[in-house]
């Protein structure tokens, strides 16, 4: 047996060893020295531990997300801007540094007053016309919303340009690099948190079905993932996700198939996830559902087992889009979670953060999300939306984008042109 007889203390491992240790307290993840087949969940031996911690918590994130759901749009969007604030913040941190920051008091100030500056023209500019209608039969609050959303973008370019001025006063000899990293670090984080959220917040006022189903999909398509790489894993899907694997996606894309179309009948049924909403307010939602939730019903043929318990099966027109969704949330939107695990090796991190037991950061469950929302809005405008005007469009936008003046003095103006018309016949 070989023996370090040249020091009285513990010996310091050099070398690969040495390069191998993780720094105390930091989530960085070592160099990858054990092969992909080494590191899949099916041959992880604390696979079990893992699977309790994060059934808990995602028991209590769908439990969670399922009341906020019921609450109504409002309350949707709040947990929408509750989710960003999140992201923002560990995403402000990947590249901070302790050292840099003590030196600039402030500066990270300005990282969250850019946020806020941007959240205020992005939401004002979705939701400004339903606030419109929400205050309309109130005269004084109806001049005060008019006027603000006047001068809205004005305001927002000040406080921008604001900000800018904040962060050139504030340069520091020596820390050029640092504050200029920072500045582009931040616009890249509100390019990602808010486009993507501005096509979340769209769906969601759509009616909540073309925020709820894509949503339900991604989670359904990550624990299915997750469940079939965990019993059957063992072939590497790809190198960016160790744990990742061919099992986990050829039976999550299945089930994420089956689980659109059956979803899609579920939720399709109900009026309160199906309505658009006009204004901000909570109360009840009605509405005519439109062709695409109202069933279709077909006879079961002859050949069908006598167990089969229905003769009659009634299908949505929505459940051939949900597999348009399915599918995209199969196949591409994984995707998202691998450009996500590519930055956090870029970056030399586990996770983006731990709020999370058992899933990381919040940016961590919403890699796939951001991918799925953005498309389920192009998808919503360019195949369900009528391309046609019809009377109810017209008066949609009618009521959003015309003040109540305006409104009065086309309501006058239509009056003359039909009371001409009808003149003119007799």
Not at 19 to 24: A, D, S
Not at 245 to 256: K, L, M, P
């Given at each position: 047996?070989?023996?370090?007889?040249?020091?009285?203390?513990?010996?310091?491992?050099?070398?690969?060893?040495?390069?191998?240790?993780?720094?105390?307290?930091?989530?960085?993840?070592?160099?990858?020295?054990?092969?992909?087949?080494?590191?899949?969940?099916?041959?992880?031996?604390?696979?079990?531990?893992?699977?309790?911690?994060?059934?808990?918590?995602?028991?209590?994130?769908?439990?969670?997300?399922?009341?906020?759901?019921?609450?109504?749009?409002?309350?949707?969007?709040?947990?929408?801007?509750?989710?960003?604030?999140?992201?923002?913040?560990?995403?402000?941190?990947?590249?901070?540094?302790?050292?840099?920051?003590?030196?600039?008091?402030?500066?990270?100030?300005?990282?969250?007053?850019?946020?806020?500056?941007?959240?205020?023209?992005?939401?004002?500019?979705?939701?400004?016309?339903?606030?419109?209608?929400?205050?309309?039969?109130?005269?004084?609050?109806?001049?005060?919303?008019?006027?603000?959303?006047?001068?809205?973008?004005?305001?927002?370019?000040?406080?921008?340009?604001?900000?800018?001025?904040?962060?050139?006063?504030?340069?520091?000899?020596?820390?050029?690099k640092y504050q200029f990293s920072q500045y582009a670090w931040t616009h890249m984080i509100l390019i990602v948190v808010f486009t993507q959220s501005a096509f979340t917040v769209a769906n969601i006022f759509e009616g909540i079905f073309w925020f709820l189903l894509p949503a339900s999909l991604i989670v359904i398509n990550d624990i299915a993932a997750y469940i079939f790489g965990f019993f059957f894993g063992r072939t590497?899907?790809?190198?960016?996700?160790?744990?990742?694997?061919?099992?986990?996606?050829?039976?999550?894309?299945?089930?994420?198939?089956?689980?659109?179309?059956?979803?899609?009948?579920i939720l399709g049924r109900f009026q309160w996830l199906t309505c658009p909403r006009k204004d901000l307010s909570t109360g009840w939602l009605e509405c005519d559902p439109g062709p695409l939730?109202?069933?279709?019903?077909?006879?079961?043929?002859?050949?069908?087992?006598?167990?089969?318990?229905?003769?009659?099966?009634?299908?949505?027109?929505v459940q051939w889009h949900a597999l348009c969704l399915g599918l995209f949330a199969s196949i591409i939107a994984p995707f998202g979670g691998f450009f996500a695990s590519g930055f956090k090796r870029a970056f030399k991190i586990k996770d983006f953060g731990d709020s999370i037991p058992g899933h990381g950061g919040i940016t961590d469950r919403m890699d796939c999300q951001m991918v799925m929302a953005v498309f389920a809005y192009i998808y919503h405008q360019s195949f369900i939306v009528p391309q046609s005007l019809s009377i109810e469009m017209i008066m949609d936008q009618i009521l959003m984008n015309l003040t109540f003046e305006e409104q009065r003095a086309l309501y006058t103006k239509l009056g003359q042109i039909i009371m001409e018309k009808q003149f003119g016949e007799s």
């Open positions: 047996m070989d023996r370090d007889t040249g020091s009285g203390g513990p010996s310091t491992p050099s070398g690969p060893t040495a390069r191998l240790r993780r720094r105390k307290g930091s989530n960085e993840v070592p160099p990858e020295v054990e092969t992909n087949s080494d590191r899949l969940l099916f041959n992880d031996r604390n696979k079990y531990k893992s699977m309790l911690i994060r059934t808990y918590s995602t028991v209590w994130m769908i439990g969670g997300f399922a009341s906020i759901i019921y609450l109504g749009h409002l309350y949707i969007w709040a947990m929408v801007v509750v989710i960003q604030i999140f992201m923002a913040k560990e995403l402000f941190n990947l590249l901070r540094k302790a050292h840099e920051d003590r030196q600039l008091p402030g500066f990270r100030l300005l990282n969250w007053h850019f946020f806020f500056t941007v959240m205020l023209f992005v939401y004002g500019r979705i939701l400004s016309q339903r606030l419109v209608n929400t205050v309309t039969m109130d005269k004084f609050l109806y001049k005060l919303v008019g006027r603000l959303i006047k001068y809205h973008m004005v305001t927002c370019y000040f406080l921008y340009i604001a900000g800018f001025m904040w962060f050139i006063l504030t340069l520091k000899k020596k820390m050029y590497p899907l790809i190198k960016l996700s160790p744990k990742k694997t061919w099992e986990g996606f050829i039976g999550a894309s299945f089930a994420t198939m089956i689980s659109a179309f059956v979803l899609a009948n939730f109202k069933p279709e019903y077909f006879t079961v043929p002859q050949w069908f087992p006598e167990w089969f318990p229905w003769r009659e099966i009634s299908i949505l027109p």
